[in-house]
């Protein structure tokens, strides 16, 4: 539930869309009356490359900027995304891990090997609700809406009414995806719940 401020990082790659998860978030948000500051780094998304953001939601919120340390929620759209920004969390944080892979330059030219297991020991340190959101995306009709499933295990945790997200996400989709995004975000609360 929220706190005095509730801090939700996001982390991922180019094209998986985390800008316009980012907006949903803060218009869910501002629709229940609460202040929302955010920002968002997209420079690499042209080339696949990282992308991040942050939204602070609470009564008054004067900085988008959450300090290391200070974040409730990661939303790592990227195994290795959850590893990059676990630094991020308080000690009781939570990560929203989608476990498709994005293999990275390094690893595909076979200089590296894929961090598998400091992914999976993300678990010892935090609460981990991992999901393939792609296959899950996939199986339902369409691989753009992994985002929305991910914006759904979200939304359990944050004080806004699911009526007020829905709303959010209607108005923020292309009409004729409207039921499929709709059927995506209630996946994600459904995942959500079996794993609070």
Not at 142 to 169: C, H, P, R
Request: net charge positive.
């Amino acid at each position: 539930m929220i706190k005095l401020t509730t801090n939700i990082m996001l982390g991922g790659v180019g094209g998986q869309g985390l800008i316009l998860m980012t907006k949903i978030i803060c218009q869910a948000a501002l629709e229940e009356g609460l202040d929302v500051k955010s920002n968002d780094v997209v420079g690499l998304s042209q080339r696949g490359g990282m992308v991040w953001g942050n939204v602070r939601i609470g009564k008054k919120v004067y900085s988008p900027n959450i300090s290391p340390g200070d974040g409730d929620i990661l939303v790592a759209m990227e195994p290795i995304e959850g590893l990059r920004w676990r630094g991020i969390l308080k000690e009781d944080g939570i990560i929203i891990l989608n476990t498709k892979k994005h293999f990275p330059t390094m690893v595909q030219q076979e200089k590296y090997e894929y961090p598998d297991e400091e992914v999976e020991n993300l678990k010892k340190e935090f609460k981990v609700i991992d999901i393939n959101a792609f296959d899950e995306a996939v199986a339902i009709g369409k691989k753009q809406v992994s985002n929305v499933i991910l914006l759904g295990i979200l939304a359990e945790f944050l004080n806004i009414k699911k009526e007020t997200w829905k709303k959010v996400i209607s108005n923020n989709v292309p009409q004729k995806t409207i039921e499929l995004n709709l059927k995506a975000f209630n996946l994600g609360v459904e995942k959500a719940i079996k794993n609070k």
